[in-house]
């Protein structure tokens, strides 16, 4: 018997740490570690300990033995990565790392971090492993958690189990939240420095990319990112509206946001009401009228974005045909070159495999349809007070795998465009700012030109990867921090913890640190107790006022 990880799988790399045989694959140290779908346990050296799943925050590890149906691919999955990566001890699997004993004379670090996503809690939690710190986490929304709360579709519950995780490491005093409290406005980055050490930013990418054609701006055309935002609760999105009346949605893109969005539009609402997606939106997809989504991607099937266990688990939900015409997957010379190169991830192996078994299958006449185009762009949106159809072109790619138009065209007809092209990051208020690249300038994650400001997660490098990317990412940021305090270059903060609250309490009465917070997250999962439901979100700030007054708690 082995264990398998499966779908679920974040990255997060603590099943490694915990693994006596040193048997999962890639880790932090190896090349493939940034590019690899997810992590791998080689069948052949697993003891069957249990210690990684005991470790995964996610609950993404299971003994085969244990496996669901749709999870029971799973373990080929792992044994095929082996096959092509034989396991090697010297590898460049994680040194244990103990725990830091503080900073001796230099006294206590004071850290500010704006954002309260991943990257900003595994910051949090590398720097309170080092010891004497004293953490101030401030987010501008009246929850924590970020993408975790507000970007993981809600239909995959073990995924936010990393808020969990992060609960309990901030149990102790030395961090406090600072809720509903924007920096920039509430408080400026001079006055967390007054009171800080230093300040880390790690406010995700909040904006979206554009596609660039007409009609782009028409009523109907929306960011896939406004769209995960207003079903996840998010307060800048809760009032937003939806064109759900026509049978067709098109996603313009194909990563694993796409997908998303095509679970959503398609699984049934009574599917969803299990889950903790917000209630407006749950109200909207009751209604929903839409019987088909087609996710057009600009490249072919072996160039797909989404990973290999999103696509799969398509196959799996309940009421919902995976349609794909042969034709889409006749591969031009170059992509079947990628397939029949030695070093090729077993991953896009997989993902032919399964877009030839879903182009097999009959469709069932009466379910819903996620119907994948490929080697597509949109050119223009067409209608008159609102999108009524997309015109497509059909793309070629070339020897470098970029694609062009040809002279074939196709016109879908719609009332709902959903573009999901890539996050992208907004610049910050007194920090340099790539533009090119939307990121804040950094070197190894300090802010170019700026003492005393660092930055972590997908403001730092861009968009990519998944959750637990960042604590490779954030480990990174915090040990540059860390050098700079103990060479003396950081400056000492000139107001303590008590006269920060002060502060800001007076500018933001309504601030919501870790107490309060506690109370609204026991009282959103109490909420959902009745219905079977993980939490009932309060998804705008007034309805924590209205709910739960202050002299209630």
């Not at 109490?526 to 998804?539: D, T």
Request: charged letters at 25%; proline letters at 6%.
């Amino acid at each position: 018997m082995t264990f398998v990880i499966t779908q679920r799988c974040c990255k997060d790399a603590s099943c490694i740490a915990e693994c006596p045989v040193d048997c999962i694959r890639p880790t932090p140290g190896d090349p493939q570690f940034e590019t690899a779908e997810m992590l791998y346990i080689d069948p052949e050296s697993c003891i069957d300990c249990g210690a990684c799943a005991d470790a995964c925050p996610v609950d993404a590890i299971f003994s085969e033995y244990d496996l669901l149906a749709p999870m029971n691919r799973y373990v080929a999955i792992n044994e095929a990565y082996f096959e092509r990566n034989p396991l090697d001890e010297g590898s460049g699997a994680q040194a244990p790392r103990t725990k830091g004993k503080g900073f001796g004379d230099l006294g206590i670090l004071r850290v500010a971090i704006v954002g309260s996503g991943p990257a900003a809690c595994y910051a949090a939690e590398e720097l309170l492993e080092r010891g004497d710190v004293e953490i101030e986490m401030f987010d501008r929304v009246h929850a924590p958690w970020g993408l975790v709360r507000a970007g993981v579709a809600p239909d995959h519950p073990e995924t936010k189990g990393v808020a969990d995780m992060f609960t309990k490491l901030f149990k102790p005093e030395a961090l406090e939240f600072y809720l509903n409290v924007e920096v920039g406005r509430d408080i400026s980055l001079a006055e967390l420095r007054e009171h800080h050490h230093a300040v880390i930013y790690a406010t995700g990418a909040a904006s979206d990319r554009r596609l660039g054609i007409p009609g782009e701006d028409l009523p109907g055309s929306h960011a896939a990112t406004e769209f995960v935002a207003w079903y996840n609760g998010h307060p800048d999105h809760a009032d937003r509206t939806f064109d759900l009346t026509g049978e067709r949605a098109v996603v313009v893109g194909n990563g694993n946001v796409a997908l998303d969005v095509a679970r959503i539009l398609t699984l049934d609402p009574t599917e969803l009401a299990k889950t903790d997606i917000a209630d407006h939106a749950l109200k909207a997809l009751r209604g929903s009228a839409i019987r088909e989504v087609v996710v057009v991607g600009r490249r072919g099937p072996v160039q797909a974005a989404y990973s290999t266990s999103e696509f799969l688990a398509l196959g799996y939900l309940p009421g919902v045909d995976v349609v794909i015409d042969d034709a889409e997957l006749v591969l031009d010379p170059v992509s079947e070159a990628v397939l029949e190169r030695p070093d090729t991830d077993v991953s896009l192996h997989l993902k032919m495999e399964l877009a030839r078994e879903y182009a097999g299958a009959p469709p069932n006449g009466t379910n819903k349809r996620i119907v994948f185009r490929y080697l597509s762009s949109p050119t223009e949106l067409r209608g008159g007070d609102a999108v009524e159809s997309m015109a497509l072109v059909r793309n070629e790619l070339d020897g470098d795998l970029r694609a062009h138009p040809t002279t074939s065209t196709d016109v879908l007809e719609t009332s709902l465009v959903l573009r999901s092209v890539g996050y992208r990051g907004e610049p910050v208020a007194d920090l340099p700012f790539d533009s090119e690249r939307g990121v804040i300038d950094n070197v190894h994650g300090r802010v170019a030109g700026v003492e005393g400001v660092y930055t972590a997660g997908w403001i730092k490098r861009g968009p990519r990867g998944v959750i637990g990317t960042n604590r490779g990412d954030s480990r990174e940021t915090v040990a540059a921090l860390v050098e700079d305090f103990e060479a003396g270059r950081l400056t000492a903060p000139r107001a303590d913890r008590r006269a920060l609250a002060a502060l800001v309490a007076e500018r933001q009465p309504d601030v919501i640190g870790k107490d309060r917070w506690r109370e609204i997250d026991a009282a959103e999962r109490s909420a959902g107790r009745p219905a079977g439901r993980p939490r009932v979100k309060f998804a705008r700030f007034d309805e924590v006022r209205v709910q739960l007054p202050i002299d209630a708690i």
